[in-house]
């Protein structure tokens, strides 16, 4: 009878490690293809040109892996906004969306443009 207990409390023992090492590997996937969707937006938003209106898929290698992303900019009701929604996942199986981003994006500024220096003009800077 002890012999039983024992076999049932390392059952439930090895069922709840398994479980952390599943959310373990989830959790470092997500945290990593986040950076990489904000990465992209990152790039697309610093950009001297406006993304264009369209799809694009494109792989990398980050953290000793291979990940694919697709980047989908579209027009939105005001003229100079677009929306970009990107999605990443592992290019072994991108099927499987662990993470999306979703930002929108203004026009570059014009060339010759001086920012305002709000922080010293006018608000006691």
Known sequence: MALLIVALGMMAVFTQMNQYAVTAIYMQEKALASWIATNRLTELSV?????????????????????RFVVEVTATQVENLRRVDVAVALADNPERVIHTV???????????FVPLRWLTEGFGG
């Open 102 to 112: 979703s930002a929108l994006i203004e026009p570059p500024p014009p060339r010759g």
């Open 47 to 67: 950009q001297p040109q406006w993304p264009e209106i369209g799809d694009e898929e494109d792989e990398l290698e980050f953290a000793g892996r291979q990940w």
